[in-house]
């Protein structure tokens, strides 16, 4: 049986990810979108973890937020 987008936890720590560099550079999920090329409600429903999101937009996501791929995508470690 196939996971919904909000079942996997990559695609959360993929969200929070997103979410905050694109707060920490102070941009609306409008300016993400139109850098990267994709649709504004795009963007809310990937940062949501509402929509799995493809290898090449997880390329154009990053360039649009000047981190590295693989950034978006480092699970946090506790403690």
Same mark, same amino acid.
């Given at each position: 049986?196939?996971?919904?987008?909000?079942?996997?936890?990559? !695609?959360?720590?993929?969200?929070?990810?997103?979410?905050?560099?694109?707060?920490?550079?102070?941009?609306?999920?409008?300016?993400?979108?139109?850098?990267?090329? !994709?649709?504004?409600? #795009?963007?809310?429903?990937?940062?949501?973890?509402?929509?799995?999101?493809?290898? #090449?937009?997880?390329?154009?996501?990053?360039?649009?937020?000047?981190?590295?791929?693989?950034?978006?995508?480092?699970?946090?470690?506790?403690?």
């Amino acid at each position: 049986m196939a996971l919904k987008p909000h079942e996997c936890p990559l !695609v959360e720590v993929f969200a929070a990810h997103v979410r905050m560099r694109r707060m920490a550079l102070g941009l609306s999920q409008e300016q993400l979108a139109e850098r990267a090329g !994709v649709h504004r409600t #795009y963007v809310g429903m990937l940062e949501r973890s509402e929509k799995n999101v493809t290898i #090449y937009n997880i390329e154009r996501i990053a360039k649009a937020l000047a981190v590295e791929p693989a950034a978006l995508l480092q699970r946090t470690q506790a403690p």
